[in-house]
Structure formats: structure tokens, C-alpha cells
């Protein structure tokens, strides 16, 4: 679980870093330089899928804890977090932007204070309702978990389908975790099925099978629209088919790359085991500090159209991992600023 923390939170950074050339921001549709964008994001979109994943193997797990020491721990390990940061980045985005107040507030309404802090608010959910989800799956067959799980996400399906129509859905920050659920209850379930070539491969398959349904999926429908919109988005979503696909695919193939580097011997095995561990404690910080840092990196050096674009773009993604992993580091041994990362 530690290697898959660190991929995603490489992931989520390059898909930052290339979302706006996707979006049109950077450049126009069918170049050279639109397609790399969109190939990079469609292929690491599973990183949000897998975080919640990730929550839910490791939370999920029945044991013997009283509700208020649960919620107790998880307040430390999210509450403070969730207000700090979704203070800061308003504050920020302020001075940034010039969004007025009222704007700031309906931000922190919806659970969205920032283009990633809904994150935050999702696992805020869940983790309320994770005593009561504990004694669901304690007590549930593995049959009935895994129509829990089935019903959860065709929901979340079914709601990501609707908000495509004018005029409805909606979430706030109360909400924002729902559609995740399946998600979560799914982390738990694959965390238990016992690892092997077959389940290895059915990852892979399921990978592939989803990152191209999501790549093929969104260029058609941008190139019917010409622009742009609400169909690219809809696949890039995290409830579309192929994304659940890919989340579920890179869940188990990270899991798989995990073990294996678990039991690997050596020197060289061992500095890898360290690394990933370091990386692993410092990943949930420098997912909250990334998007300040990437987004000051480019206001300071700017993006470039084209071929060019594409390669600032991966050196804003590297500056923007180090400079993120530095400062949390350091954040994480000074003792009243530790609790926020």
C-alpha cells in the first residue's frame, strides 16, 4: 500500500501539471502536443480512485475500537488538515485571483475550496461513517460485500451520468464523499483477495482495458463537440466505466509491484523499501501543499504553446515533486505545523 501511496501522489502531480494543455488552456485540440497531454492524463486519472482504495483497505479492516477513539485519531489525522489548508488556500487564492468572499464561502460549501481539497471532504465522509461500514463488513458475507460495493459504485455511475444534464445535481461538502463509497468498500475487498499471477494479470488487462476506453472515449466526444467539454470530462471523471476500470487495474497492479518489492533481498532492495516508505509518509502533505507550489511555478515562469509546453510542463511536474516533498519534510519536524501535513 505504501508503493501505491507514492505513485498516485506522483500521478496526481503530472495530471496537474497537463491538464490545462488538455483542457485547451495551453493549446488547441489534435496537435501533437494536445495528445501527448491527453495520453499522460487518461493514463494516471486512477489516482484519486486509488487513494480512496488505499483508505478503505486499511480502514475497513474489522477490529475492536471504540467509536469516539476512532473518530478521535482520524479528527488529528483530517479534521486539522481539511480546515487549515482549505483556509489557506482561499486565503491564497484571494491574493491569487481576487475571488471576493462570497465566492470563497460557496467554494468552501460545495467541498471544493481548491481544484483537489474535495479530497479532504471525501475521506472526511467516509471516515464518518467507517465505525458503522466496520461493522457491515464484520458481519456482512463476502458475497453481500461485494453487491455493497456493486450498488455503491453503479450509483456513483448513475449520479456522474445525471449531473451531465443542465440544471441538476449538485454536491456539498457534506455530500461530496457518496459517490466514493464504492470506491472505498472496493479497496477493502480487493485488499482481500489473495495476490497471485491471475489476479496480476486480470489488473493489468483491467488497466489497459479502461485508460484506453478513457483516452478513446474523451477524443471522441471532444472531437464531435470540437471543443472541449462536458463529454471529455464526463470520461475523465473518476465514475466513468473506464475510469473505475483503470482504478481498479492500477490497484491491483500497484499492490502487485508492492509485494514483490516487499519480498526482493539486497542492499539495492532495501534503500527502495526505505525510499518508498520515507516517500510514502511525506505523500498525503505534499498532496495538499502541490497544487500552491505547481500553480506558483508556472505564474512565475509561464507556459509556452506547443511541443516546448510539453516540456516545461514535465519540468514544472519534477520541480513541482521535490520543492512539495522539501517542504513537508521540514513542515513535518516542526511540531505545531506537523499536524496540518
Given at each position: 500500500?505504501?508503493?501505491?501511496?507514492?505513485?498516485?501522489?506522483?500521478?496526481?502531480?503530472?495530471?496537474?501539471?497537463?491538464?490545462?494543455?488538455?483542457?485547451?488552456?495551453?493549446?488547441?485540440?489534435?496537435?501533437?502536443?494536445?495528445?501527448?497531454?491527453?495520453?499522460?492524463?487518461?493514463?494516471?486519472?486512477?489516482?484519486?480512485?486509488?487513494?480512496?482504495?488505499?483508505?478503505?483497505?486499511?480502514?475497513?479492516?474489522?477490529?475492536?475500537?471504540?467509536?469516539?477513539?476512532?473518530?478521535?485519531?482520524?479528527?488529528?489525522?483530517?479534521?486539522?488538515?481539511?480546515?487549515?489548508?482549505?483556509?489557506?488556500?482561499?486565503?491564497?487564492?484571494?491574493?491569487?485571483?481576487?475571488?471576493?468572499?462570497?465566492?470563497?464561502?460557496?467554494?468552501?460549501?460545495?467541498?471544493?475550496?481548491?481544484?483537489?481539497?474535495?479530497?479532504?471532504?471525501?475521506?472526511?465522509?467516509?471516515?464518518?461513517?467507517?465505525?458503522?461500514?466496520?461493522?457491515?463488513?464484520?458481519?456482512?458475507?463476502?458475497?453481500?460485500?461485494?453487491?455493497?460495493?456493486?450498488?455503491?459504485?453503479?450509483?456513483?455511475?448513475?449520479?456522474?451520468?445525471?449531473?451531465?444534464?443542465?440544471?441538476?445535481g449538485g454536491v456539498t461538502a457534506v455530500t461530496?464523499?457518496?459517490?466514493?463509497?464504492?470506491?472505498?468498500?472496493?479497496?477493502?475487498?480487493?485488499?482481500?483477495?489473495?495476490?497471485?499471477?491471475?489476479?496480476?494479470?486480470?489488473?493489468?488487462?483491467?488497466?489497459?482495458?479502461?485508460?484506453?476506453?478513457?483516452?478513446?472515449?474523451?477524443?471522441?466526444?471532444?472531437?464531435?463537440?470540437?471543443?472541449?467539454?462536458?463529454?471529455?470530462?464526463?470520461?475523465?471523471?473518476?465514475?466513468?466505466?473506464?475510469?473505475?476500470?483503470?482504478?481498479?487495474?492500477?490497484?491491483?497492479?500497484?499492490?502487485?509491484?508492492?509485494?514483490?518489492?516487499?519480498?526482493?533481498?539486497?542492499?539495492?532492495?532495501?534503500?527502495?523499501?526505505?525510499?518508498?516508505?520515507?516517500?510514502?509518509?511525506?505523500?498525503?502533505?505534499?498532496?495538499?501543499?502541490?497544487?500552491?507550489?505547481?500553480?506558483?511555478?508556472?505564474?512565475?515562469?509561464?507556459?509556452?504553446?506547443?511541443?516546448?509546453?510539453?516540456?516545461?510542463?514535465?519540468?514544472?511536474?519534477?520541480?513541482?515533486?521535490?520543492?512539495?516533498?522539501?517542504?513537508?519534510?521540514?513542515?513535518?519536524?516542526?511540531p505545531l505545523v506537523r499536524a496540518t501535513v
Open positions: 500500500m505504501e508503493f501505491a501511496r507514492v505513485a498516485a501522489m506522483a500521478a496526481v502531480i503530472v495530471v496537474h501539471a497537463y491538464s490545462p494543455f488538455v483542457s485547451t488552456t495551453y493549446t488547441d485540440i489534435g496537435g501533437y502536443d494536445w495528445w501527448t497531454a491527453h495520453v499522460l492524463d487518461s493514463g494516471l486519472r486512477w489516482c484519486v480512485a486509488v487513494f480512496v482504495m488505499i483508505s478503505g483497505a486499511l480502514l475497513l479492516r474489522p477490529r475492536d475500537e471504540p467509536v469516539a477513539d476512532f473518530y478521535r485519531k482520524r479528527w488529528a489525522k483530517i479534521g486539522v488538515p481539511l480546515f487549515v489548508w482549505t483556509a489557506a488556500y482561499l486565503i491564497w487564492m484571494q491574493w491569487r485571483d481576487g475571488i471576493s468572499l462570497t465566492e470563497a464561502l460557496t467554494q468552501a460549501a460545495t467541498g471544493s475550496p481548491s481544484i483537489h481539497l474535495y479530497f479532504l471532504y471525501v475521506i472526511a465522509g467516509l471516515y464518518l461513517f467507517t465505525p458503522f461500514l466496520r461493522t457491515v463488513v464484520a458481519h456482512t458475507s463476502r458475497n453481500g460485500l461485494w453487491w455493497f460495493a456493486g450498488v455503491a459504485l453503479a450509483v456513483g455511475v448513475v449520479d456522474q451520468l445525471l449531473s451531465l444534464m443542465d440544471g441538476v461530496r464523499f457518496v459517490p466514493f463509497l464504492g470506491y472505498y468498500l472496493l479497496g477493502r475487498l480487493l485488499f482481500t483477495v489473495e495476490p497471485g499471477p491471475r489476479v496480476t494479470r486480470f489488473g493489468l488487462a483491467a488497466f489497459i482495458l479502461g485508460v484506453a476506453g478513457t483516452i478513446a472515449g474523451a477524443a471522441a466526444t471532444t472531437f464531435v463537440a470540437g471543443e472541449w467539454g462536458a463529454g471529455g470530462e464526463y470520461f475523465y471523471d473518476f465514475l466513468s466505466p473506464p475510469m473505475i476500470l483503470a482504478g481498479v487495474g492500477a490497484y491491483l497492479s500497484l499492490r502487485a509491484a508492492g509485494l514483490r518489492l516487499a519480498a526482493a533481498e539486497g542492499p539495492m532492495a532495501l534503500a527502495t523499501e526505505r525510499a518508498v516508505r520515507w516517500l510514502s509518509g511525506l505523500s498525503f502533505g505534499v498532496y495538499l501543499v502541490h497544487v500552491m507550489v505547481l500553480y506558483t511555478l508556472r505564474d512565475l515562469g509561464g507556459t509556452p504553446d506547443g511541443v516546448i509546453g510539453v516540456l516545461v510542463a514535465a519540468g514544472y511536474a519534477v520541480a513541482t515533486a521535490v520543492i512539495s516533498l522539501v517542504l513537508v519534510a521540514i513542515a513535518q519536524r516542526i
